[in-house]
């Protein structure tokens, strides 16, 4: 005999309701989120920033640029009068050797003045100096005639200075100062200050007027 199939269950049963309910589907969500205008805009910006600070330091590593160097080669004095204070009248030629050690970017120097100190002050008064645009891997002499003007100081200043002449040894410092920047084919930088102080310790009688000696000329001290 063959076998009969059980009745379906009643209506209501829990076994019938689960027959009834239909399988949800959960709705299917796009593989990739929609992208965010901004979001894609940062994204940009921040790409093109490290573009540019790429080529900014493969153009620093290239042109590198360095410090100037300047050191005195010879001074000569034509007068020193102390003998009127409170002022006193100086004329002195200084060589100065000016080097750039860069072996891509030019210096350019413009303006540049230049001074002669004692003990900080001013006894010449600043002398204004050509333009210079300097070539890479160079050294130029420049020659600055300075003085022939009365500058008014302290008696006291006037009175070591003539002492320091009678004794034979005077200790005097060059300083140029202005601005200049680096010029590397159509690039320039920015213009900057530049001080250049040359110390020196000078053998100087009192009258003496021709080329000086030269104690101590250390490698000028450059502040840029």
Known sequence: MAEESPPPPPHGHPTAKMADEKPHHKQKQPPYPPKDPRRALCAAAAILLLLLGSAALALYLIYRPHRPKFRVLSAAAYQLNTSSPPFVTATAQF???????????????????????????????????????????????????????????????????????????????????????????????????????????????????????????????VYL
């Open 95 to 221: 060589t100065v050797a000016a080097t750039n050690p860069s072996r891509r970017a030019a210096i350019l120097y413009d303006p540049l003045s230049a001074y002669v100190s004692y003990r900080g002050r001013a006894i010449t008064p600043a002398a204004s100096l050509p333009p210079l645009l300097q070539e890479p891997r160079s050294t130029v002499a420049l020659s600055p005639l300075l003085g022939g003007a009365a500058v008014p100081v302290e008696a006291e200043l006037a009175n070591a200075l003539a002492m320091d002449e009678a004794y034979g040894v005077v200790e005097l410092r060059l300083v140029m100062a202005g601005k200049m920047r680096y010029k590397a084919g159509a690039l320039r930088s920015r213009r900057r200050g530049v001080s250049i102080a040359c110390d020196l310790l000078i053998s100087l009688k009192n009258g003496f007027v021709g080329k000086l000696t030269l104690l101590g000329s250390p490698p000028c001290k």
